[in-house]
């Protein structure tokens, strides 16, 4: 694999270290589909899969949208330490595994992940360097109508998520950045502003890089 990385047309990074950008939000503020347009349109960017032990939903392909196991296999995981973060959220188990994750990062590739704000605070205690972006809903009453909206979820459900929202959403200032999900293209503007500023850092670009540029006088 090609280990340099471009930031538009402008200066080459070299070999480098990917960097872990981590976005969460409330069940219904839209994450999976920002992450999905921000994988599709930004070179060296990979989503992360997560493995989980809730049933497969209609449409999900095993490996691509999660890695479905049972409850033991994700426990025999969980003792071996083979996750890099797990959380049980609304009953079922999720995680990141760490190996797949140190080998893409080891490449020079940007990984994306969509957990929730446990999976979250327990990476940016132990993984420093971490980009973290909170999706905020434009209200709970729009949030409760798209929950409704999609078809997936019981009332009892959607009352469960609409009250951990509530929860969670006092927490935003835990994150690096924050934005209001109101307009899909609008955030998925914003987000990859936030992916390209992070890449522009100079930390990331060595001398070496830098000399083996034609800039302009």
Not at 47 to 72: C, L, M, W
Not at 98 to 110: F, H, M, N
Not at 199 to 215: E, V
Request: glycine residues 8%.
């Amino acid at each position: 694999m090609n280990n340099t990385t471009t930031i538009g047309n402008d200066i080459s990074l070299g070999k480098r270290q990917g960097l872990l950008f981590v976005i969460s939000g409330p069940s219904g503020a839209g994450k999976t589909s920002l992450c999905n347009q921000l994988v599709a349109r930004i070179p060296h960017l990979r989503f992360s899969i997560s493995y989980t032990t809730r049933p497969h939903r209609p449409g999900e392909v095993n490996g691509q949208d999660y890695v479905f196991v049972n409850k033991a296999t994700f426990q025999k995981m969980v003792d071996n330490k083979e996750f890099l973060e797990w959380a049980e959220v609304y009953g079922h188990f999720y995680g990141t595994n760490r190996a797949t994750i140190s080998q893409t990062l080891t490449e020079g590739v940007d990984i994306l992940l969509d957990i929730d704000e446990q999976g979250a605070m327990q990476l940016k205690k132990t993984f420093h360097g971490g980009v973290f972006i909170y999706l905020l809903p434009p209200s709970l009453n729009e949030l409760q109508t798209r929950l409704q909206t999609r078809g997936l979820d019981s009332q009892e459900s959607i009352q469960i998520r609409l009250d951990r929202a509530r929860d969670e959403m006092k927490h935003f200032r835990q994150y690096t950045y924050i934005t209001v999900n109101n307009d899909l293209n609008q955030s998925l503007k914003k987000l990859e502003a936030v992916i390209t500023a992070e890449r522009m850092k100079t930390k990331y670009i060595g001398k070496t890089c830098l000399y083996k540029q034609n800039h302009a006088e």
